[in-house]
């Protein structure tokens, strides 16, 4: 720590409050100096009460609860930075599973859909067959199983017994 000839206080020690987290930026300082930053203020803060100057330790305790926010808050950057690269780096993992599910799917679907059509083929051929087997065993039936009226069968004798006379 920088001292000034000013009664050898320390250049944090300044008298406005508000000057002492402007002379310093504390965005590029570690969490581990301000961490002794905050452990030296308070200590300067119990030493001016033991001595008995309680406008300076009340400086010295502003200064700490200041040291303490701006502490706080790098902090929630920190832990906001390394949510942002874990989010982004889950959400990276998660497109790449996703995208590798959906080849996998996709290829499986079309094989299914290959399968399902050579069945549908199968099942057509096999339908088709049994269709003109019905017919053709229809029709040999038919003919074996009807027959004709006695009435046309009279007329068929009658028929055949006319044509025999005329010869």
């Known amino acids: 720590m920088k001292k000034t000839n000013n009664n050898s ?3 944090y020690l300044s008298t406005k409050s508000s000057d002492f987290t402007k002379t310093i930026d504390f965005s590029r300082i570690s969490k581990d100096k301000i961490d002794e930053y905050i452990t030296l203020m308070h200590d300067h803060q119990m030493n001016c009460v033991k001595v008995g100057n309680f406008i300076e330790a009340e400086l010295a305790k502003q200064r700490v609860l200041q040291l303490k926010k701006i502490q706080e808050k790098k ?6 930075k390394r949510q942002n690269v874990d989010k982004k780096n889950f959400n990276a993992i998660r497109e790449k599973e996703l995208k590798e599910y959906k080849k996998g799917f996709d290829d499986k679907y079309v094989e299914e859909i290959s399968k ?7 099942l057509k051929k096999k ?5 003109n087997d019905y017919f053709t065993n229809y029709e040999k039936n038919i003919s074996k199983e009807m027959r004709p009226s006695n009435e046309l069968m009279e007329k068929q004798k009658q028929l055949n017994y006319y044509v025999k006379t005329e010869e």
């Open 116 to 122: 399902l059509e050579d069945i549908l083929n199968e």
């Open 127 to 131: 339908q088709e067959q049994e269709l």
């Open 9 to 11: 206080r320390p250049s």
């Open 75 to 80: 902090v929630y950057k920190d832990v906001k």
